[in-house]
């Protein structure tokens, strides 16, 4: 065993022995290249940083391209979804329907303006429209007020509104206004008038400059009331300056306005009449007191710039949002298809301006 296995160990001893003088000149070589680079390296070396460079600027320029094209991609993506899908904002009248009205509702509504460019025609159709004060509780039963006639005449529509209003101002001035004889009264001196009445008070007023002519006064429609104070010693006097400050902050919130401001009298036709209240409704009331302006001017600016083919005139009251637009009455036609919104995006009033076209008031849903 000894002798077999010794013989076999022996050469591969050698053979490592051998391997490793033979490694040494290998070195000895690699060494020379390494030190002593001849012509030929040094150009294959240049060459090689050459190719190298290349390279590097090759995928520099590679990879810029592929991050245009991926952009470029990106923004071709987004636009042609924008071109398929509506816009963010639709218009604010998208969903609206038509509601056709006869062009003679053009002189009907509350927003109706009379003056002395505006004759009012329908004033001898109203008396089926009409409720007398003195049929309320608040004139018989509680005394809040007293009346220039009898038949004094409001509409039915708005006497609500206006029976809590005069309650309210009452109410409100306990020191200077009572309820029983002997005290100093709230005194509705005027309502509605038919043009036999009108005519009568021009004729016997007209010198004063207050007094319309016929057709041409808002008592004729039945929305506008005198308010004065029928005193203790039996004289009328207008509302003294806690009474008519009471009046200007709080009209509008029963649908009146103080329609007579005496710096307005040129598009009014009318000078100073504290005691003249005019309905036209919550919303419409509020804007036009809280932005002064006159009936005359808040027409006009529906007209002009919040006709249907604009925008609306948008603004809240209180919780409400309400939505003002202007639509013209369809010359040459009988009707007028009037666009309004459909339900589900609120409910809406159509009033005429007794001029040439209707005006829709939305209140939004909420
Ligand atoms: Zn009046």
Wanted: with cysteine; charged share 25%; glycine share 4%.
């Amino acid at each position: 065993m000894n002798k077999n296995t010794q013989p076999t160990q022996a050469p591969q001893y050698k053979n490592a022995v051998r391997q490793n003088t033979q490694s040494q000149p290998a070195k000895k070589r690699r060494r020379k290249i390494r030190f002593k680079p001849n012509k030929e390296g040094m150009l294959a070396l240049i060459a090689l940083l050459v190719i190298v460079a290349l390279a590097v600027t090759l995928i520099v320029f590679v990879a810029k391209g592929i991050i245009y094209l991926a952009n470029n991609t990106q923004d071709e993506t987004t636009a042609s979804s924008d071109n398929n899908q509506p816009p963010a904002t639709l218009p604010w009248n998208n969903a609206y329907i038509s509601d056709p009205r006869s062009n003679t509702d053009v002189a009907a509504g509350e927003l109706i303006l009379v003056n002395f460019k505006n004759d009012y025609e329908l004033t001898d159709t109203l008396k089926s429209k009409l409720t007398k004060l003195s049929e309320r509780d608040s004139y018989k039963k509680e005394g809040y007020y007293v009346l220039s006639a009898l038949d004094l005449g409001i509409r039915t529509d708005i006497i609500e509104q206006l029976d809590s209003m005069l309650i309210a101002l009452v109410d409100a001035n306990p020191e200077t206004l009572g309820k029983q004889k002997g005290t100093d009264r709230l005194l509705i001196s005027s309502g509605y008038r038919d043009i036999q009445k009108q005519t009568e008070l021009y004729e016997n007023r007209k010198e004063e400059n207050y007094v319309a002519l016929p057709k041409q006064s808002e008592h004729h429609t039945g929305y506008a009331v005198d308010i004065q104070v029928f005193k203790a010693d039996q004289s009328t006097v207008h509302l003294r300056p806690e009474e008519q400050s009471w009046m200007e902050a709080h009209c509008a919130e029963y649908g009146f306005i103080l329609r007579y401001d005496g710096s307005k009298h040129e598009l009014t036709g009318i000078l100073d009449e504290s005691w003249h209240y005019r309905y036209v409704g919550v919303p419409h009331a509020t804007y036009m007191m809280e932005h002064s302006l006159c009936l005359e001017e808040y027409l006009e600016k529906l007209r002009t710039s919040h006709s249907y083919d604009k925008t609306p005139l948008e603004f809240s009251v209180g919780e409400t949002d309400y939505l003002v637009y202007y639509v013209p009455a369809t010359e040459n036609a009988t009707l007028t298809e009037i666009p309004v919104p459909p339900a589900s995006e609120g409910t809406y009033t159509i009033s005429g301006d007794n001029m040439n076209g209707f005006i829709v008031t939305v209140t939004k849903a909420s």
